[in-house]
């Protein structure tokens, strides 16, 4: 579907912890939906408003829910 690899080992703790951190992604894509802004980037952090620059603030809420839905994919898909 994604045409990603699965994951190599299997490991079910690799496995669990991809889950939790696709559900993490997904949640705080979620609250910046919710909130109207979200805050992106290591070291030079950006704040993303929706009222102000609506065109970044969904753009970088679309890339966060899409990494927390292929994590969530591949830990559930696992090895075949």
């Not at 490991?11 to 991809?18: G, K, N």
């Not at 899409?66 to 994590?71: D, F």
């Not at 591949?74 to 075949?80: D, N, V």
Request: aromatic share 12%; hydrophobic share 50%.
């Amino acid at each position: 579907m994604f045409g990603m690899e699965p994951l190599k080992d299997n490991q079910p703790w690799r496995r669990a912890l991809s889950v939790v951190l696709g559900v993490t992604f997904i949640i705080w894509g979620l609250v910046a939906i919710v909130q109207g802004h979200i805050t992106a980037f290591r070291h030079h952090s950006h704040t993303f408003y929706a009222t102000g620059e609506p065109s970044a603030f969904w753009l970088v809420v679309v890339i966060v829910i899409a990494l927390g839905i292929s994590c969530v994919y591949r830990g559930l898909r696992g090895r075949q």
